[in-house]
C-alpha cells in the first residue's frame, strides 16, 4: 500500500510505536525552534535537564513576542535566552528579525525533515514540506537534547484542491473554508495532507498560510508536497541544496478526503470569537470597521504586504480606522523599502510596526472600546486582542486593505482589477540578525545571565493513589489557552516568573479563580469539549500546576494542551459519558480513587462528596505517559533518566 507524504516522514523518523492510528508513536526531531514567550521557561527546563549542548541538527532561538520592554523584564528575558542559546549550541534570531515561522520559512525550512516548536503555529513549516509540530517547551527541550517526540499516531486527511484562486480570492479565504467545514475540533487526531492539481498554482508563502491555520483546526499538523514551487521558492532564497521532492504515492490511502475548488471561493471572514465562524465578505460588507491590523505568521510574507501596498498606492487610510502593518521579517521589510512599496503603505497613513507579532499577541494595537477590529492573523478569541468587549475578524491582507480605505468591511471585488504584483526572482539574503552560538570550548566558561524576574520551574507532585480536592472552576466547550492563562501587553513579561502569572489565570473567564484555589490547596478543573484548544504554551498547565490544579476533567481534550498538562504531572480525565458534566457544580468537594490501578485499567471513579453522585472517568494513558504521572511531570523523570 502506498503511503501519504506524512507517513513516509513519519517512517523515515520513527524511534518506537507502530504507525497504527491511535497508538502511541515517538518521533526523531532533526530541528527546534523556540519564540521568547515560551522559550524562557524551555530553556530553564533544558538547564534542568542537565545536558550541555543541543544534540538536534539545528534548534533556533527566536525573539519576536515579547519585543515591548515597558520595564526590564522582557528585556532580561531576552538576555537569558540570548546568553543560553550562546552557551548551548543554539542559533539566536533577535528581536526585529522577524516572526518565528516566518524566518523559519526563509531560512531554515527544509522539506521531508521533522520540526517541533514551543508554538502551535511551528506547522506552518508543513508549507515548505517540512513535518512540523507544535509542542509544549519541555517537550522541546526534551527534543534539543536528543529526546523523541511522542504522539498518538495521527489519522490522515487529504484536502483535494481543482481550480485556480480568482483575483482577490486568497490562500486565506483557502483557510477559512477548511475551517468552515471542519470547524475548531475538526482536525483533532489529524495530519492534514494538501494535493491535487490546484496545489500547483499556491505559492509557498501561500501554502503556509494554509498551514498554519491548520492549527486553528486542531490538526496535529498540515503538509504541502515539496515540488517545483518549493524547490523555486529555495532557489530565491539562495536555498537550493535543501530542495528534496516529496509527495504522497498514487494508492496512498486516507482517512477522509475533503474536496475544494479554488475556482469557486470567495474573500471570507471568521467572526468573533472563534476562527471557525465564517462569514462571506459580501454578507459582512458595509460593517463600520475602526481598526485594520496587517501581519503575524499567517499573513507577512512579501507577497502579502506587496497586495496591501497595492491597494494603499495614492489612498488614504479612513480617518475613522488606525491600520497597523508588520512585516513578518527583516527580509521582507527591507524588500519592501527598497522597492518603495513602503512609502506607499507609509503615505497612506498605515503605522508600521516591527517585525514581530505585536497586536496578535495583544502586545500593543488593542482596539478602542467595542471596536471591530479586521485583522490578518488566525486568531479571535475573546480578549485576546486586550480589549474584551473588541469584535476582531480574521481576514485576508487584501479584504483588510480595502476596507482599510473605505472606513467599512468592503469586498475587494469591488475595487477593479486586481493590482499587478511582480515578486522577485531572488530575496534579498542577510541573515546578520542571527547569531551564531559560541563553540564548544567557549561555551564551557560562558555564563547564562538571569534577572530578577526569572523564577524556576513549579513544586510538582507525583500522581497519589486518591485526589482529594475541590472543584475550583467549571467551564464550558472550547476553552482556549488564552482564556486559562491570557497574553497581552501586562501579563506576558512574566512568563518566566509563574507566581506572578498565577494572578491572571481564567482572568477571562472568573478573575476570582486564583484566590479561590488557592485558598483550596488542591483543585480539579471540570471543561467541556476541545478544552485548552489554540497556543502551545505551556504555563496553561504550569500556572495551574502551582495553583494547586492536580486534574482537570474535561468532556475532550486539544492534542498540545493535553500533553502539557501530563507533562507537569496534572492528570487529564475525560468523562466516559458526556451527560456526566451537567452533574458537577463549582465547590463541590470530589474525590478519585484507586488512581494507581486506575491509570493502568483507564477507568477511574470520582465521587462527589457534596451530592454523593459517583461518575466514570476515562483515564487514556500511555505506558510513557503513565510514568510521568507517577514521578511528577515529565522533568522530574527526563532529570532523573539523562546521562
Ligand atoms: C499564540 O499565537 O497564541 C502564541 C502566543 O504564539 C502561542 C505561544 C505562546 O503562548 O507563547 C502559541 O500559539 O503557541
Ligand atoms: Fe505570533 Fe500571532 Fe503567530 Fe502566535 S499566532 S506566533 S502570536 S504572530
Redesign the pocket.
Known sequence: MGQTIAQKIISAHLVSGDMTPGSEISLHIDRTLT?DATGTMAYIEFEAIGIDRVRTELSVAYI??NTLQSGFMNADDHRFIRTAAAKYGIRYSRPGNG???QVNLERFGVPGKTLIGS???TPTAGGIGMLAFGAGGLDVAVAMGGGAYSMIMPKMFRVNLTGKLSPWVTAKDVSLEILRILSVKGGVGAIIEWGGEGVASLTVPQRATITNMGAELGATTSIFPSDEVTRQFLIAQGREADFTPISADPDAVYDRVIDIDLSELEPMAACPHSPDNIKRISELAGMPVSQVCVG???NSSLADMLAVAAILRGKTVAPTVGMSVSPGSKQVLTMLSSCGALTDILSADARLLECA?GP??GMGFSPESEGVSLRT???NFEGRSGTRDAKVFLVSPEVAAASAITGVITDPRTLGEYPAITLPESFDIDDSGIIEPLSAEEAKTAEVLRGPNIKGYPETYPLSDTIDATLTLKVGDNITTDHIMPAGAAILPYRSNIPKMSEFCFNVCDPAFPERAKAAGKSIIVGGSNYGQG?SREHAALVPLYLGVRAVVAKSFARIHRDNLVNAGILPLTFADAADYDKLTEGDALSIDGLDAGIVSGKVILTDKTTGDKIELVCELSERQREIMRAGGLLALTGKNVK
Request: charged content about 15%; aromatic content about 6%.
Open positions: 519564540q519576536d513576542h516572526i518565528c515561522h508554538d502551535s503555529h503575524s505568521c499567517t507579532c496578535c499577541i492573523f488566525n486568531r497556543s
